[in-house]
């Protein structure tokens, strides 16, 4: 059956909304915002949404909740939680959807004022009872438990953690939507407060507002709209842990298998991969994922990155939009990888835009390195 999936649906439409600071705005509020926007480029209504696929941190039940706010009465819901790979998650669950008939225009789509109501990097997940006892900062403790060790057991340096935020905000600087986007530099992120030894300051993810949304339909179908279409190549889903004492190995995470699952689904390989967007909560997330993904073996992560290895001019491009750690990230992040990875396979990315990109990876991450996912998008070049 996955196979099957191989590009039978794609991406129409996509949309953003109140990136940064959206004053006096609830999340569905940003989140409505991001739909009509991508129903805009879809050259679509609301009344054409038949499938809803979402999350959210302010919302027991989030597919309700949202489509009575929207004011639709879709057919298929999905609000499966795996954290803020959900989004990315979601781009599966709706190509089967859309293949099974279930629906015919899905709609992904989240939406948070997480900076403008509280501004502070934390979780609304529910405590870890048996960690709590030990006081760790929650989520950023146990990113640095991984940090720690990755640098423990490989040689890792903080100077090469530094090289990603690096070269996040210089993917940044190219981009008028990211929220910051002034100068840094290695020894301003070594010489930032530290947080939670080794991961200071600027080694943690912005904590900003904004919604993002994407509009799926089928393959068949994709060609009669106004942009063009890109296609949900491979997906792959993974699991090991909840709590990151019950992480089997602190330096691998289980994007080893979602990765090799969404190769499988796509047909492709690393080295067709021309754009990678990787879910950057922290600077450990870029080496682990790079490593765990195949573009460089175990251990070898800290180096691949550094010289401007993944910044703009670099040989492979990475996160950009400026990722978690320089462009937005409101609490859930996983939407907006996908997004950025749509925009540069559509060509629409302007200075920050690669070289005719045909084929983009998006690697998703929920909890604390525990839920994996990846998804592979390509132009109808590569079908």
């Known amino acids: 059956m996955s196979h099957e999936l191989r590009g039978s649906s794609a991406v129409v439409g996509v949309g953003l909304a109140g990136c940064g600071e959206a004053h006096g705005r609830m999340p569905l509020d940003i989140l409505a915002e991001a739909t009509h926007n991508a129903l805009d480029d879809a050259g679509l209504k609301l ?46 669950n709706a190509a089967m959807a859309i293949k099974t008939g279930q629906c015919d225009v899905a709609l992904i789509c989240y939406g948070s004022n997480q900076r403008t109501a509280g501004g502070k990097l934390a979780t609304m997940s529910e405590q870890q009872i048996y960690e709590a006892p030990y006081k760790p900062r929650y989520p950023i403790s146990s990113y640095a438990l991984a940090a720690a060790r990755h640098m423990h057991q490989y040689g890792t340096t903080r100077e090469q953690m530094a090289d990603v935020a690096v070269a996040a905000r210089q993917w940044a600087q190219l981009n008028p939507a990211a929220f910051a986007r002034d100068e840094l530099t290695r020894d301003d992120v070594l010489n930032s407060r530290m947080i939670s030894d080794p991961l200071s300051l600027l080694d943690c993810c912005l904590v ?155 690697n998703g991450n929920g909890g604390v390195l525990s839920s994996q996912v990846t998804t592979i998008l390509g132009t109808e070049a590569v079908l």
């Not at 038949?50 to 597919?63: L, V």
């Not at 929207?70 to 990315?88: N, T, W």
């Not at 990230?329 to 629409?348: D, K, S, T, V």
Request: with cysteine; net charge negative.
């Open 208 to 362: 900003t507002d904004g919604g993002g949304a994407v509009i799926m339909v089928s393959s068949e179908r994709a060609k009669d709209f106004p942009n063009k279409p890109v296609y949900v190549l491979g997906t792959g889903t993974a699991h090991w842990h909840r709590q990151i004492t019950q992480m089997p190995d602190l330096t691998t995470t289980a994007a080893v298998d979602a990765g090799k699952r969404a190769f499988a689904m796509a047909s492709l390989t690393k080295d067709d991969v021309d754009v990678v967007e990787l879910y950057d909560a922290f600077t450990i997330n870029t080496i682990l994922f790079l490593e765990d993904l195949g573009f460089c073996a175990k251990g070898e992560g800290g180096a691949f990155v550094e010289n401007g290895n993944i910044a703009p001019g670099g040989s492979l491009p990475v996160n950009t939009n400026g990722g978690g750690l320089s462009c937005v990230h409101p609490g859930m992040y996983g939407i907006f990888i996908l997004i950025e990875a749509i925009q540069q396979l559509r060509g629409g990315c302007g200075a920050r835009q690669v070289d005719n990109p045909e084929v983009a990876l998006v």
């Open 47 to 92: 009344s054409d949404v038949d499938g809803i696929f979402t999350g959210s941190s302010y919302h027991f039940m989030p597919a309700l909740s949202t489509a009575e706010y929207l004011g639709i009465k879709p057919r298929f819901s999905d609000s499966s939680m795996v954290g803020g790979s959900s989004f990315v998650a979601h781009t599966l």
